[in-house]
């Protein structure tokens, strides 16, 4: 519950939309939390690499959490609302009313999530075009981005969705929309997720070029026309209904939204490092790099000019930071790929009995585990022969390649706690080998990089980070975790 000098300030709150649950912060005028909550959201997958979610489930997952945050307090003292969430596509119709994503015609579902991989044939056919708005998403667009899916949609779906549709929204627009009744978007979403420039706007021919000339018309209004920087203040504020559904005030503030890794990135980026010895002090803030871990991980890099990094998404400009340009390397499955390989391991049972016994969570107890084998040498040591290639869910970055499959080398008959233990150490150390290639590469192009910032629910695992710091030439004091962020 809020305490300290609440009657004399004012209140704030935050809502995140993760990929696997909603969080809403309650922070007062200087960002300080007071108040937190969670909630999980469902996930559908019908098929091998479709991934749906339900807009409306969201939105009551965000009511939930919104009431719980603002408990006994003075709701006459909340100033504004804000939302971050991931970069999933939401379809309605042209009464706003969800339209399905899915050929079983379930319209509850009619999200397709920024981790299904459904639109492969269609994101190679927008590869081969070579058009010019492809220099800035890293050279190749990523089947995680809106493009192909729509271009799935319309040639997947065309009477049950598509010719039914009034409004594609990135899911962070359309919680402000949901919250407010405005259409506009957020130049995040535009310009990360759906090509928009944030000098030049839309290009006409790039649309024409991919088979999707049918957006274009009416000057876009199905994909969005007004576009706003995250933080804006939207309409009138918090429309009566929203209000209601949210247990909040009518009319306060709400924000032009922000994609959730951008939100991680522009909270922790900025950090005030003072006294911690970290080689960033003193140094412009170019040369941080925020990295977003959750169940992706992204790895949030920024310029004063642009830096085109092959295979590394941008640079996008204003999108996070105003006025930098933004790189943005990824990971498709972090938190997902260690939760896949501790969770499929035939001693997981097992795990789950020792960590409840002693009260611990899964990571922890296993990051114990690891502590007790390992005898007098380094814990890494204990994967000199087991090694981990951990795209399972292709390459985001630096390779830009979706067909790439995850591998395990170096397996023994042996399905005990320990080869679990040490099967979950080598995937930590394969994800953090990948950040560094990512880094490598975005050296190469020109970013000059002294320090990782970490957060997200992969920031509270300390053999994550020291992995990070180890595998990227750190040595442990120059990384921080900074689970202040609440992405
Ligand atoms: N206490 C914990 N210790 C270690 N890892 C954790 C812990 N809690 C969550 N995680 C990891 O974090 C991931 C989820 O992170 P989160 O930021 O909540 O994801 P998302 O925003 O994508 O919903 C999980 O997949 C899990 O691997
Ligand atoms: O593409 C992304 C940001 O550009 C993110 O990976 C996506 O939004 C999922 O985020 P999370 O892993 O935090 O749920």
Not at 241 to 249: S, Y
Not at 253 to 258: D, E, N
Not at 436 to 459: W, Y
Request: some cysteine; glycine content about 10%.
């Amino acid at each position: 519950m809020p305490g300290g000098d609440q009657e004399l300030g004012t209140y704030y709150v935050g809502v995140d939309v993760g990929t696997g649950s909603v969080r809403a912060a309650l922070v007062d005028q200087r960002g300080t939390l007071l108040a937190f909550a969670d909630q999980p959201i469902n996930q559908w997958a019908p098929q091998f690499n479709h991934h749906e979610q339900s807009s409306e489930d969201i939105w009551a997952a965000c009511c939930i959490v919104t009431k719980k945050v603002v408990q006994g307090i003075d709701l006459n003292q909340i100033r504004g609302l804000g939302f971050d969430a991931t970069c999933s596509l939401v379809v309605l119709d042209k009464q706003f009313r969800p339209l399905p994503v899915n050929h079983e015609g379930d319209s509850h579902r009619n999200i397709i999530m920024w981790l299904d991989h459904r639109a492969v044939s269609q994101v190679h056919r927008i590869n081969e075009t070579k058009h010019s708005v492809l220099q800035y998403v890293g050279g190749v667009m990523s089947v995680e981005m809106q493009a192909p899916k729509l271009l799935w949609l319309k040639e997947n779906l065309r009477e049950t969705c598509w010719d039914k549709a009034g409004h594609f929204f990135d899911l962070p627009d359309f919680l402000s929309w949901k919250a407010t009744g405005v259409t506009a978007r957020s130049l995040c979403s535009l310009v990360c997720k759906w090509t928009y420039s944030a000098e030049k706007g839309w290009d006409d021919s790039f649309w024409k070029m991919v088979g999707l000339e049918d957006l274009v018309a009416d000057n876009y209004s199905k994909i969005g026309n007004q576009v706003l920087p995250p933080g804006t203040s939207l309409g009138n504020g918090l429309t009566p209904e929203a209000a209601k559904d949210l247990g909040l005030p009518a009319g306060i503030a709400v924000a032009a939204s922000l994609i959730d890794a951008h939100a991680g990135g522009l909270g922790v980026i900025g950090a005030d490092v003072r006294g911690h010895g970290l080689a960033c002090e003193g140094q412009p803030v170019t040369s941080r790099l925020a990295i977003i871990c959750g169940t992706s991980s992204c790895h949030m890099g920024i310029s004063k000019n642009p830096i085109f990094v092959p295979g590394v998404w941008g640079p996008y400009f204003s999108a996070m930071v105003p006025g930098f340009w933004l790189n943005e390397g990824g990971q498709s499955v972090t938190g997902k790929l260690i939760d896949h390989m501790v969770q499929g391991h035939a001693a997981f049972p097992e795990l789950q009995a020792k960590a409840t016994a002693r009260c611990q969570s899964i990571y922890a107890y296993l990051n114990s585990h690891l502590d007790l084998i390992k005898k007098a040498q380094p814990v890494g040591f204990l994967t000199v022969d087991l090694h981990v290639w951990p795209d399972f869910h292709g390459n985001r970055s630096p390779l830009a390649d979706l067909t790439l499959k995850g591998m395990v080398t170096g397996l023994k008959l042996s399905q005990d706690l320990d080869d679990l233990a040490i099967l979950y150490l080598a995937t930590v150390q394969a994800i953090a080998f990948g950040t560094r290639l990512i880094i490598e590469a975005m050296e190469s192009a020109g970013h000059s990089i002294s320090t990782l910032f970490l957060c997200g629910g992969l920031g509270k695992n300390p053999l994550f980070v020291q992995m990070h710091a180890d595998i990227t030439g750190g040595n442990g004091k120059n990384e921080q975790s900074w689970e202040s962020c609440v992405s």
